[in-house]
């Protein structure tokens, strides 16, 4: 595959794509899967997903629109039942030129302030809201709660405060953080979220929406637990906090796509230094492994050859020294050409590829589409 399409290649599997989404599907069959567009915004993924049935989760116009291509053949009334019922923007700050695009397609939105709701009043007066409430994220790779989230003391107040702007919010949402792997998060922040649907509730408002975020962890290593244990949990808290009528929907993003691509790379460079061997590769932390920095993701480097194993320092081909893959990775003796690949990227990877240097991202190649 390298030989005929280059280096570096990201190789996308749509069979782990769909295997993943059937196995949040047989997990949570009470919950409505949003795919959360931001983790792979690949249309091939997208449409993958789509054609699984699978909901969206957007975080701008850009990302609604890669979703729009795959329903924009629906009629009119259509497309608005999609748009109401399988997609939600889920980024609590939105600009009011993204709200004045989104508001003739009767969106739910999320919001998490009084400012958001007088601009949303201003800008996009159909949509349905969401508020996104702070929950502990404790452990998680990707802490979220210092920059978004109401605080659960000013929910039932912010609630009011949209109703009498004359909006109208359909319920509550949460994020425990990125690859979340301390199930405790989950367990409060829906205690948490049923309180606050019960104050509001004792003050007239009825929530009919639960949206739980993302966070769900991926099986970067065996270390992860099984999903079906945190499956578990959410479940049986589930049933046990909210009634049948409150419909739960959550956003996994990470847990689709993350298994389901695995990178091959080139051995461009070569060195010695300090007894220790040396290798550039021509792709960083500025494309595909840019999950090491913004996510703290440790890839794995493996080389396709045998041969007695040598700790090692592997790079990217930019001339940045913070392009550092890995510095102990355990390899064998390579040679310049030789290929080696990375598993489990397919996850806030590819997403945040640049061109710095003027090093374009690694090449996508898209197998079991069909």
Known sequence: MAKKHGTPLLVVDHDAVRKNYAEFKRCLPRVQAYYAVKANPD???????????????????????????NFKHLSAAERQQFIWDKIIYSHPIKDRRTLEELNPY?????????????????HAPEAGLVLRIRVPNTGSMV?????????????????????????VVEGLGFHVGSQCTNFENYVQA?????????????????L??????????????????????????????????????VEIIAEPGRFMVATAATLIAEVIGKAERDGKRCYYLNDGIYHTFSGILFDHCQYHV???????????????????????????????????GDLVYSENIGAYSHASSTFFNGFPPARVVHINRQ
């Open 302 to 336: 493996k080389a396709f050859k045998k041969g007695r194993r040598h700790i090692s320092a592997v790079f990217g081909p930019t001339c940045d020294a913070l392009d550092t893959i890995s510095q102990a990775e355990n390899l064998p003796e390579l040679k310049l």
């Open 143 to 167: 802490e979220l709660s210092s920059k978004f989230g109401a605080s659960p003391a000013e929910a039932a107040d912010l609630i009011a405060l949209a109703f009498d702007a004359g909006l």
């Open 43 to 69: 249309p091939e993924i997208i449409r993958t997903l789509y054609n699984a049935g699978a909901s969206f989760d957007v975080a701008s116009i850009a990302e609604f629109m890669l979703v729009y291509e």
């Open 208 to 245: 009919k929406l639960l949206d739980i975020g993302g966070g769900f962890p991926a099986r970067y290593d065996r270390h992860v637990r099984p999903f079906r244990e945190l499956a578990q949990v959410l479940n049986a808290e589930l049933n046990r906090l909210f009634p049948k009528n």
């Open 106 to 122: 009767k969106p739910l939105v999320a919001f998490d302030n009084a400012e958001e709701i007088k601009k949303i009043r201003r």
């Open 190 to 206: 829906l205690a948490t979220s049923a309180a606050i649907m019960e104050e509001a509730h004792a003050r007239g408002f009825t």
